[in-house]
């Protein structure tokens, strides 16, 4: 999600083995949000904190001792509360998940959810995932992104603060391997479009989705939230978006 104190879209991708400019004012991965930890999740940061949260650093990381394992390795950018993530990787135990949130009651419940799980194919930074694209992560090394349901920003004046800007759509497309896929979601159709119009123009990337509308189906891993249930419920629409590395 987007910082509600950003402005521009003007986000660098430089390599993380050489020196990016420095922005005061970016488009962030996420909103912060007020919200108060629990003992369980207080529990599960002394727990299995030392294991799985990796330490944010401006310089690459080395994703095989990260993990502990060489395997290919999907970013989720902004995982909530962890149901979905906890789910996606217990059905893909030889995919590493390296997942980004800074909202820390989310964080310490993603945590939990690995210990009562026993989840080894997680790791968790406690940042914004444009910062770790931007310096972490080198040209190349994922197999996938997934970003699900990020803020909308529904007002006009606000489109500006979205995250899937091409700065970041070229940011992502170099970090992706070839073949390797972008995985968005949004229950906002407008933001739909402008996702579908972003990613369609980035060169490196191409839609996946045979409908004549340019979305596709929601892939058999992504599970419905409760949220997304109780919308469809109510006839929202959810749109899927993947888009693979050519």
């Not at 991965?29 to 330490?55: K, N, Y």
């Not at 509360?81 to 949130?101: K, R, S, V």
């Not at 229950?187 to 972003?198: G, S």
């Not at 509308?213 to 419920?233: C, H, M, S």
Request: charged residues 20%.
């Amino acid at each position: 999600m987007n910082d509600p104190q950003a402005s521009t879209a003007s986000a660098s991708c430089a390599s993380p083995d050489t020196a990016a400019p420095v922005y005061r004012r970016t488009v962030k991965s996420f909103v912060l949000r007020a919200g108060r930890t629990t003992s369980g999740q207080a529990r599960a940061f002394a727990e299995q904190g030392p294991r799985f949260l990796l330490p944010y650093r401006a310089a690459p990381l080395d994703l095989a001792e990260a993990f502990g394992r060489s395997a290919p390795t999907v970013l989720e950018i902004g995982f909530g509360m962890g149901d979905a993530t906890a789910h996606i990787a217990a059905l893909m135990p030889q995919t590493n998940f390296l997942c980004c949130e800074v909202h820390e009651p989310g964080v310490g419940a993603l945590l939990k959810r690995i210990g009562e799980q026993g989840l080894t194919n997680i790791r968790i930074l406690q940042h914004d995932a444009v910062e770790v694209l931007q310096h972490m992560l080198a040209p190349g090394v994922l197999a996938g992104v997934h970003l699900f349901f990020p803020d909308p920003w529904h007002k006009t004046r606000h489109h500006k603060r979205r995250l899937v800007q091409p700065a970041w759509a070229a940011c992502v497309a170099e970090r992706l391997a070839p073949g390797g896929y972008l995985h968005c979601a949004t229950d906002w159709e407008p933001y739909a479009h402008q996702m579908l119009e972003v990613l369609g123009a980035e060169p490196r990337l191409r839609n996946t989705a045979v409908a004549a509308d340019g979305f596709a189906p929601r892939p058999a891993y992504r599970p419905l939230t409760k949220f997304e249930n109780r919308g469809i419920r109510l006839g929202h629409g959810v749109w899927d978006l993947v888009f693979a590395r050519g």
